[in-house]
């Protein structure tokens, strides 16, 4: 199999890439996979392995796609601007990457005749339910720009399906952690700034609520999807682990050997959604799935990590927006 996977220099990409190309999914054994990346600011050429064969390029650019997708039998579409605060300042870099590059991507396949696609997206296009956990079948109800330009984005996949019977499928997980994550984000920039004995900003009153899974776990379900999964069909990919933002950076104090003094409570993000949670049964029930890193395990080899690659982690963390 030849297999393309857009984004596969960003944190998520590259695990599922170094995972394929060491034969992790017995599925895609002996695959030849290329990467192709726009190297933003969130994609690192050091988080791939050498086998990989990296092509630099931006996915609104349809000529490039067009010489680019030809030759490959599937598509797993990474590739998104993804990081919340930054949508709330430039959305306009959003809806541009996670709209109009993923209709120019399922274009290229269509006009290739790839044979499967698989779509990466959120729980974030559903929005915040207060109790319960969302089926596949919830309405969108997006609350920021980035959420708002994924759910439109798996519009336009599933419109691909219907209308030139390109056989895409959806997934949408929950938050996700692990080693090679860009410090924006919240774990990776919580540990990096207590490594550094430095405080953290914690919005509001850090109630809110996320569902967190290993992004090894979310990467096999990706395979499973990629090698099992039905067209036009939507699979949720949830962690089961739901945690307040305050539970977690407690649980970082302590792994960090750090105290409580260093948070520090910040003005709320605009539209924060209060809980994420998902019923992934429908994966569960079809293709088998379940995770298998426990969170307590998961979370101080991550904080590992970080404290053993400083050298991965350091250039980055002066551009991070917090989140």
Same mark, same amino acid.
């Given at each position: ?15 599922? #890439? ?34 990989? %064969?990296?092509? #630099? ?37 959003? #809806? ?46 997006? %609350? ?63 109630? %809110? ?115």
């Amino acid at each position: 199999m030849r297999l393309l996977v857009t984004g596969g220099a960003g944190f998520i990409g590259s695990h599922f #890439v170094r995972t394929v190309l060491a034969g992790g999914y017995p599925a895609l054994a002996g695959a030849e996979v290329t990467v192709l990346d726009k190297l933003t600011y969130a994609g690192n050429p050091q988080s791939l392995p050498a086998a990989a %064969n990296l092509v #630099v390029g931006d996915i609104t650019d349809p000529v490039m796609l067009n010489r680019v997708v030809p030759g490959h039998d599937a598509v797993v579409h990474f590739a998104a601007e993804s990081h919340v605060d930054r949508s709330l300042t430039d959305p306009a870099a959003f #809806v541009t990457t996670n709209v109009l590059g993923t209709q120019l991507l399922l274009d290229a396949c269509v006009a290739a005749g790839v044979s499967r696609v698989v779509h990466v997206s959120t729980d974030e296009v559903y929005g915040s339910i207060a109790t319960g956990a969302w089926t596949e079948t919830w309405p969108l109800l997006p %609350n920021s720009p980035y959420a708002a330009s994924k759910a439109a984005s798996d519009l336009i996949a599933r419109a691909y399906w219907r209308t030139h019977g390109l056989p895409v499928s959806i997934t949408r997980c929950s938050n996700n952690y692990g080693p090679y994550q860009h410090v924006e984000k919240l774990i990776p920039h919580f540990v990096t700034r207590l490594l550094d004995g430095q405080p953290v900003p914690l919005y509001g009153d850090g109630r %809110n609520v996320r569902e967190w899974i290993h992004v090894d776990d979310h990467c096999r379900a990706v395979a499973l999807v990629l090698t099992g999964g039905r067209a036009g069909e939507i699979y949720n990919v949830g962690g089961g682990t739901e945690l307040t933002n305050r539970r977690i950076t407690g649980d970082l104090l302590r792994l960090c050997h750090a105290d409580a003094s260093l948070i520090r409570y910040v003005e709320d993000r605009k539209g924060h959604d209060l809980r994420y949670a998902l019923d992934g049964s429908k994966l569960r029930d079809e293709l088998g799935f379940t995770c298998q890193v426990p969170f307590a395990e998961g979370l101080a080899a991550t904080v590992r990590w970080y404290a053993e690659n400083e050298a991965w982690w350091r250039p980055a963390s002066a551009l991070a927006v917090v989140g």
